[in-house]
């Protein structure tokens, strides 16, 4: 049995029932956002069109100390990121004096607020002691008993000098005295300096361990990348165990490599390796070997929430000085809805010039292009809705332009397609056939102009901030849906079009007259005069004929007439 030729009148066909079923299921997946999630029908504002949350976070120093420029750009670049990986678009993060300022748009959630909040410094430091958190004791009288507060004399100076920072040399009489009477049920407030050069006493997360910490060994800003995965073998194959992976940078290799080869000798619980974060013990693993490429693997009893969650307080809690809130407040837009709707005005105002530049180049052929431009607008749309509910998308005033900027670049795109029809009909092809032949040569400058869009949106994307990055991730995504549109709408539009009467006869309102076009073959191969060589006046179609010839086309002419003279006056004679 013969296989069904693929026809255009096909091919088109199928392209518009595959835009249909994405339209459907862009409304579907949004419907479903709406009915059963959090999502609405609005594309949510950014801070200069909605307002939102203001959190100022004030360093923590001990007396006497400073904060430098350099800690706290690496503290705004480190809690930008935190921000961005709560799914927050479209936040603002900078300093003020020696304040860093978070303005987020919204409301801001808890875990958003915990992200920016839990902000204090991330340390390495080996295990001295660690117990069960009890505070009390059995005394001589069989009671339990407290442990006193300690006495403020009890000795706190090492009787010997510690030759490294697992030395048990550090502990002395009054630090044994804190542990014994340390609550882990009443810890130390998040944001309480430490210091980085003395052992410390601390707390599992969750109160279950307490613990007698040498000095900071590693700083938790050399940790380059931390992410959670399942657990492989040499061979590559999982346990189907969920653990962390810790990648640190060159100086932070070179430290854990020196910590992780002494600890590995130790016994428990000196071989493990605290991490404190807000200071609090958020993981102690035991050293099993000597990681000397700075890929560390942390595995335990995780389940892939917890391991994701470590991993960001890994990745993100590497500040390098730590943080107080001094203050949370809602501030109001910057620009208002104002400004929104002369955005809006303006978008609709260039929408409107569009359709009449094409109506009055094109004739009834404008209405495909303005047909796409709405097919463009609804999928750009829902898009957009769609990003708002599910990674925190939210267009700005910037967002705005991108999208105004991309109505000139879409119709340009059907410009470009419209005029190679255009210059195949001039050359004689019928049009069924010049939608082809123009498609082909018109897509390739399509796709390089449209690379080019969504490069430059890639590049600044990937070096802008704040809403520069909205305007470039706009302007990306509309250059996407705009090949799209081109693909499996226009192109297949002016395919049926072109099996209609009224295209396909070259009406005079079409567009696509040949005659008014000046088409100058009258087969593959054989040139005709202008009127204007052979009748003398010039009307519309020979003035646009003589405009459209090329050179060769005009000598080619030429020699017609001067042949057709010279016959005439062989006759006379």
């Not at 567009?511 to 010039?538: E, I, S, T």
Request: aromatic share 6%; with cysteine; charged share 20%.
């Amino acid at each position: 049995m013969a296989k069904s030729k693929s026809t255009p009148i096909r091919r088109a066909s199928r392209s518009l029932v595959w835009l249909g079923v994405i339209t459907l299921a862009l409304f579907g997946i949004l419907a479903g956002g709406v009915i059963w999630g959090n999502a609405t029908w609005a594309p949510k504002l950014a801070l200069d069109l909605e307002g939102g949350t203001q959190i100022i976070l004030q360093p923590n120093v001990q007396e006497g100390e400073s904060v430098s420029a350099e800690q706290l750009n690496q503290a705004v670049s480190i809690i930008r990121q935190r921000v961005d990986a709560s799914g927050v678009s479209e936040a603002e993060v900078n300093t003020e004096g020696s304040n860093v300022v978070v303005s987020i748009p919204g409301e801001a959630d808890e875990e958003t607020r915990n992200r920016i909040e839990a902000s204090a410094k991330l340390e390495f430091r080996p295990v001295l002691v660690a117990s069960q958190p009890a505070t009390t004791f059995v005394g001589e009288d069989g009671n339990e008993t407290p442990y006193p507060t300690p006495d403020p004399s009890l000795p706190d100076t090492p009787a010997t000098e510690p030759t490294n920072a697992s030395d048990l040399a550090w502990v002395t009489e009054k630090l044994q005295a804190e542990f014994q009477a340390f609550d882990c049920n009443a810890p130390l407030e998040a944001g309480t300096v430490q210091p980085a050069d003395k052992p410390i006493v601390a707390c599992e997360s969750d109160g279950s361990v307490k613990y007698i910490l040498g000095p900071v060994e590693v700083e938790g800003s050399r940790i380059s990348d931390a992410t959670n995965g399942m657990q492989t073998t040499q061979t590559g194959a999982t346990t189907g165990a969920w653990v962390v992976n810790l990648e640190f940078d060159g100086k932070g290799t070179k430290e854990f490599a020196a910590v992780t080869q002494r600890l590995n000798a130790l016994e428990s619980p000196q071989n493990q390796f605290a991490i404190v974060l807000d200071n609090q013990v958020i993981s102690a693993p035991q050293t099993n070997t000597v990681i000397s490429d700075g890929n560390a693997e942390i595995s335990g009893n995780f389940t892939q929430e917890s391991s994701k969650s470590l991993a960001d307080q890994l990745k993100y809690g590497a500040l390098p000085i730590s943080f107080q809130v001094q203050s949370s407040d809602q501030i109001s837009a910057t620009l208002g809805s104002a400004q929104l709707q002369i955005g809006i005005i303006a978008g609709i105002i260039g929408l409107i010039l569009v359709a009449i530049y094409t109506l009055f180049q094109y004739r009834l052929l404008g209405f495909v292009t303005i047909a796409s431009l709405v097919v463009a607008a609804v999928l750009t749309y829902l898009v957009i809705a769609i990003l708002s509910w599910r990674n925190g998308y939210r267009l700005s005033l910037a967002g705005v332009a991108g999208l105004i900027v991309a109505i000139g670049f879409t119709a340009d795109s059907f410009i470009v397609y419209f005029e190679r029809i255009r210059d195949e009909l001039r050359d004689g092809r019928g049009l069924e056939s010049a939608v082809e032949a123009g498609w082909k040569r018109a897509k390739r400058t399509i796709y390089a102009s449209k690379g080019v869009n969504l490069l430059a949106a890639v590049v600044l994307y990937a070096l802008a901030v704040g809403n520069v990055k909205g305007f470039a991730f706009t302007l990306g995504v509309t250059t996407i849906i705009d090949v799209l549109v081109v693909l499996i709408f226009t192109h297949p539009t002016l395919q049926l079009l072109a099996q209609t009467r009224f295209f396909a006869s070259g009406h005079r309102l079409s567009g696509l007259d040949p005659n008014a076009l000046g088409a100058v073959y009258r087969g593959r191969a054989q040139f005709r005069a202008p009127q204007a060589a052979v009748a003398g006046k010039a009307t519309k179609s020979s003035r646009e004929a003589a405009k459209r010839q090329t050179i060769a086309e005009r000598k080619q002419a030429e020699l017609v007439a001067a042949g057709a003279g010279k016959k005439s006056e062989e006759k006379k004679s």
